[in-house]
């Protein structure tokens, strides 16, 4: 069974053309309008999903941002994520990842091969700031470049004047792809935007931000031709059958989840995952002093070194992690995770803060460097499935123990990279933000020695 649905995906030639921008903008006025608005966003990024969120949540009704990646899911399991998560929704606003066609190798995992398994239209977001009638050829190419790919409008940003939009207009026009309005340069919008993602403050107001743009996106922008355009057909697929929290002999599991300013890269449907096998609990490393009962924990990526010395100063909360972790407790740390499970965090500035010191190694922000791309683990024994997931990071481990290295990683390539996935009992830790939303069980294996 299929049914009509409003969708569409939010693309670019490049990044930096302004499609979180747009794509923020456009939840926003469409949640105040007074749509249920799901929003989804191309690739491994979590920053982008917690903006959409903020964004589609108005009016009285919360909304997630859910990842859509080929790469780390199968096409069954993205469409089933989309049709899922769609069907209570009135609008299903996708923001692609990059340029259009840019995949993990040549088109792979690109916002295009997603549009296409989706079916849904493409919207092109095309910075126009030093651009008119060369508009043309260059949509003319996105448009003819793959038949099986919709491109069925166009928004420029960064135009000087409702003059300027008119030779957009007629370039758009004569490359077969319908013009649905502009956004004039703002100053204030294109600072804003570029702190959004990357300021963790609790006082840097992000609503108000998003708000903003959404005001100065309407007065430009014709929504009603784009919700005209965007009807789609969202595909009915069984889902997966959620089981109910498994208990552990005659007691519900809990799972200790770090989520506060300094934790909280987190995808969506991980946590749906972990619901399945037992209670989840949220906890601060920066505000609790003392660790709920747990029978997995789970400290996600985020900005630790960012609050390293809020961090280090909750010493009840350190010492109540390495004595969880010391016990055999069952813990899973990725990124910013390992950073805080290491003997010290050393910031920027050469300040070196004491971390939990359950991993006999150091981490630094000096002499950052990027590490960046998609990998592959498989567990050296124990988890028999490879699991996927992205790596992003400019911290760096400046002194290494001797550590039991519990998983081969390589990159899109099948390469051996120098990622390790660190083990200690029953921690694992690792720069690697894994996906298992669709290996339900691995929550399960690395409880499994509390079912023994």
């Known amino acids: 069974m299929t049914s009509t649905h409003t969708a569409f995906l939010l693309a670019a030639p490049s990044s930096g053309s302004g499609k979180t921008t747009l794509a923020l903008a456009l939840m926003r006025i469409l949640a105040k309008r007074g749509l249920r608005v799901q929003p989804f966003k191309c690739g491994p990024d979590y920053l982008d999903t917690r903006l959409h969120g903020l964004a589609a949540s108005c009016c009285g009704r ?15 399991h ?34 295009a091969e997603i549009a296409k398994l989706l079916d849904l239209p493409v919207i092109m977001v095309l910075n126009a700031k030093s651009m008119a009638y060369s508009a043309a050829p260059l949509l003319y190419g996105f448009r003819t470049f793959d038949p099986d790919l919709r491109l069925a409008g166009v928004i420029f940003n960064q135009v000087g004047t409702s003059s300027h939009y008119s030779y957009l207009e007629a370039a758009a026009k004569d490359a077969g792809v319908e013009p649905l309005g502009y956004v004039p340069r703002n100053q204030r919008i294109s600072i804003s935007e570029r702190h959004l993602g990357l300021n963790t403050s609790p006082d840097y ?15 430009t922008v014709c929504i009603d031709r ?7 057909v969202l595909p009915e697929i069984d889902a997966p059958q959620l089981s109910a929290p498994e208990s552990a002999g005659s007691r519900r599991r ?17 946590l749906t995952v972990l619901q399945e096998h037992g209670e989840v609990v949220f906890f601060s490393p920066m505000e609790d002093r003392s660790l709920p009962r747990a029978d997995l924990l789970y400290l996600a990526g985020g900005y630790p070194e960012l609050h390293a010395e809020k961090l280090a100063a909750n010493r009840d909360m350190r010492e109540a992690v390495t004595a969880y972790c010391m016990r055999g407790g069952a813990a899973w740390a990725e990124c910013g995770g390992l ?11 050469g300040t070196a803060h004491p971390m939990c010191g359950v991993f006999d190694l150091d981490t630094s922000m000096q002499d950052a460097r990027l590490s960046l791309g998609y990998r592959k683990v498989r567990f050296d024994g124990g ?3 490879e699991l996927r997931g992205h790596e992003f990071h400019y911290s760096r481990i400046v002194r290494q123990g ?10 899109t390539r099948n390469e051996p990279v120098g990622t390790a996935l660190f083990r200690t009992g029953n921690t694992f830790a690792s720069y690697v933000h894994l996906y298992w939303g669709e290996r339900r069980d691995f929550p399960a294996f690395l409880m499994a020695a509390l079912q023994a």
């Open 62 to 76: 919360q909304s997630n941002g859910i990842n859509l990646d080929t790469f780390m899911a199968s096409e069954r």
């Open 78 to 111: 993205t469409r089933e994520l989309f049709a899922r998560h769609g069907r209570n929704a009135d609008v299903s606003a996708v923001e692609g990842v990059m340029g259009l066609f840019d995949g993990a190798e040549k088109a792979e995992g690109s916002s």
């Open 205 to 219: 107001d992000r609503d108000a931000i998003i708000e903003a743009m959404a005001e100065h996106v309407a007065k």
């Open 226 to 232: 784009l919700l005209e355009i965007a009807r789609t």
């Open 254 to 270: 809990i799972i200790a989840v770090a989520r506060d300013e300094a934790f909280n890269f987190l995808y969506d449907e991980n």
């Open 339 to 349: 950073m805080y499970l290491a003997k010290t965090l050393t910031t920027a500035d």
């Open 383 to 385: 988890y028999p499935m």
């Open 402 to 411: 001797l550590l039991q290295n519990a998983a081969s990683v390589r990159n």
